[in-house]
């Protein structure tokens, strides 16, 4: 790999919610911990204009898509929401897009990622560039691992029209959610009895990576997007809505 085509490591600022003032806490720990549910929603844009102007300029349709998905959500601070490593939600000052490309050869795709920048034209020329570079790549994450924490995902499916996609992911304690989650993860619950060996007394749930226990983890989304389809995580059930749209 090309030294000056690696990942590009730029550390961004995950500033911790003050779980104690924000008015949100009750919906975030009742969804979180307590009713964990999947929800998508799909609506219709019109985005004639915008790929007349695509079209015009002589740019690219999946670079352009992708930076105005990481424009629109890097506008929202419900979109740049996370939890960090004790299960703390938080908010990241950017998020970065992570996009699959095909690898026509082999019937794979790979996941790479992009620095974000409102600078459409930096933008679409560095993605473009990075498109092109690991369309032949053999592997999953070819831009090395792990990524940035920082990352939604977004894919593209341009030989398929649908108008809804929906990507449950296992909840822990199921078949598989080991696969998934790789790490400890812990949610406290407030006043919570311990209710089985993966809860400790003092409300604290702890799943290490090799085992399968009960327990509730921060589910994940993927909303369709026309030809797009857009995954952000790991937290959810904010009580604050995400916004995704289709573009069909």
Request: glycine share 6%; with cysteine; charged share 20%.
């Amino acid at each position: 790999m090309p030294a000056e085509h690696a990942l590009l490591v730029v550390m961004a600022t995950f500033e911790p919610l003050d779980l104690q003032q924000w008015p949100r806490r009750e919906w975030f720990e009742h969804y979180l911990d307590r009713c964990p549910t999947y929800y998508s929603m799909t609506v219709d844009l019109d985005i004639t204009n915008l790929r007349a102007a695509v079209d015009a300029s002589g740019r690219k349709t999946y670079p352009t898509q992708i930076w105005a998905l990481a424009t629109v959500v890097n506008r929202h601070p419900e979109f740049r929401m996370a939890l960090d490593d004790q299960g703390n939600p938080g908010v990241w000052d950017v998020v970065d897009p992570a996009f699959t490309v095909f690898n026509p050869d082999r019937e794979t795709f790979a996941g790479i990622s992009a620095r974000y920048t409102p600078d459409f034209d930096a933008f679409h020329s560095e993605a473009a560039e990075l498109l092109s570079e690991y369309r032949n790549a053999s592997t999953l994450f070819p831009q090395g691992a792990p990524r940035p924490r920082n990352v939604f995902d977004i894919s593209s499916i341009p030989w398929t029209r649908f108008t809804g996609f929906t990507h449950h992911r296992p909840r822990l304690g199921t078949p598989g959610a080991h696969l998934h989650h790789r790490q400890i993860l812990r949610t406290r619950r407030p006043n919570h009895d311990a209710a089985s060996p993966t809860d400790s007394p003092r409300g604290r749930r702890w799943l290490p990576q090799h085992t399968l226990g009960r327990g509730t983890a921060p589910n994940h989304r993927r909303s369709g997007l026309g030809q797009l389809l857009v995954d952000r995580h790991p937290l959810e059930h904010l009580g604050a809505y995400k916004r995704f749209a289709t573009i069909s």
